[in-house]
């Protein structure tokens, strides 16, 4: 398998468009210049790449393009199949995609010597019509309730989420010498560092899930869905708790698809992201379980809050004497679409609004500002180490610094 990595796609379209079809512009939605499927010869999304409309390509197309056994992601856009084949002229093994593939899969990564992109329906048992047949606000609201996740926490979790206003009464605002940025600390000092404060705890009850609705290249929407807690229970290595910190921001991505269908908008979910800690899982719509079809379950990790698609024990890191594991079960179950602050965000534009409730000025980026609650980390500075870990981690940085809102191509 080749190397994976991220690269925005807009460096991608200098690439040479190559291939035997390009009769016409493809029908779905807001489309621009793209055909509806690209390859790609890294994952996801990177490197060499080449469109394709409808036909039939054969070895030599991809030479002339992507690369002979050189396929690792592809784009699809709804209403189309690619079906690729291991051997040129559309022989040996093949696989179908319907809907975009970050990684095509071990059994055919690097190993397409052809391949035939045909039209289908667009529609299908996942595809759900946009309210009204209007992209207003309130249709983008009520979409991101519909595809809003069911969160379980673990067994015994103590450490809930908040709104971040449930912990503005504890907390300074205050400039931060090194970065001349305002920062949030706790009013109370953490001395000892893993002193545990009983706002801590969170207000589950009245906790909101922030969700974003984020328009992205290739006819995409991001709906990401920021899960806020004021504490995060690192892990316990050799008696010692390490990785404690001061607020938390976890999150669930539900990407959809734009496309018309008999003069309709419908959406169709494709991927989902489920972020834990410095690292994110990436699955395809049908690989995730779903409550009512249309909102996917996720597991929040004991005290820690790092989002997984299954219940179990997860391995994330090896150090030299422990290794580093998320416990995930089903002890509380969150069904945020209950409780729910929207917001529509604008990547290239740094800022966002409302949809159906006031935009907070937390999320701002005016983070030098006196007169705003904007700050660049939402807690304590780092404390000590311990085996290469921080004892208390610094505080994470808000929503307005992830790249799942400020990147106008990524799942992130």
């Given amino acids: 398998m080749k190397k994976m990595f991220k690269i925005s796609v807009l460096t991608l379209l200098v690439s040479a468009l190559v291939g035997s079809n390009f009769a016409v512009k493809p029908d779905y939605a807001n489309a621009g210049s793209y055909l509806p499927v690209t390859a790609y010869d890294n994952s996801p999304y990177g490197g060499a790449s080449q469109q394709f409309d409808v036909g039939s390509y054969n070895v030599n197309d991809l030479k002339n393009g992507v690369g002979n056994d050189k396929i690792s992601s592809l784009r699809v856009a709804p209403g189309y199949k690619v079906t690729l084949y291991k051997d040129q002229n559309f022989s040996g093994a093949s696989k179908v995609f319907t809907a975009d593939a970050m990684f095509v899969g071990a059994d055919f ?3 397409t010597s052809s391949l035939v992109v045909e039209k289908i329906s667009p529609l299908d048992s996942t595809s759900v019509a946009v309210p009204n047949n209007s992209y207003d606000a309130q249709s983008k609201r009520q979409l991101l309730q ?21 912990t503005l009464p504890y907390v300074d605002r205050y400039v931060n010498s090194s970065s001349g940025q305002y920062e949030f600390k706790t009013k109370t000092p953490l001395n000892p560092y893993d002193l545990k ?17 984020v328009e992205k290249e290739y006819n995409n929407v991001d709906l990401v869905y920021f899960q806020f807690s004021p504490y995060d229970l690192g892990k316990t290595v050799l008696g010692t708790e390490v990785g404690n910190h001061v607020g938390d921001f976890e999150r669930v991505t539900v990407r959809l698809a734009k496309f018309v269908h008999n003069n309709t908008n419908y959406l169709k979910p494709v991927q989902v992201l489920y972020g834990a800690h410095f690292f994110a899982n990436t699955y395809s719509w049908s690989e995730v379980n779903k409550i009512n079809g249309t909102h996917p379950v996720a597991y929040s990790a004991f005290g820690s809050h790092g989002m997984w698609k299954d219940a179990g024990n997860h391995v994330y890191k090896d150090l030299v004497v422990v290794q580093l594991t998320d416990v995930t079960n089903q002890g509380t179950a969150w069904d945020t679409w209950n409780s729910l602050q929207a917001f529509e965000y604008y990547p290239n534009q740094s800022t966002g609004v409302g949809l159906g409730n006031p935009w907070p000025t937390w999320l701002n980026k005016d983070y030098n500002n006196p007169n705003s609650l904007s700050v660049a980390r939402f807690g304590n500075p780092t404390q000590g180490t311990f085996f290469g870990q921080p004892l208390l981690a610094g505080g994470p940085a808000g929503p307005q610094e992830k790249a799942s809102l400020t990147d106008a191509t990524l799942l992130d």
Avoid: M
């Fill in 109 to 111: 990564n690097d190993l």
């Fill in 146 to 166: 519909t595809f809003a996740p069911r969160i379980w926490f673990a067994q015994g979790e103590v450490y809930f989420p908040s709104s971040v206003e449930y």
């Fill in 197 to 213: 404060l009983p706002y801590f705890k969170g207000d589950l009850a009245n906790a909101p899930i922030y969700a974003f609705w």
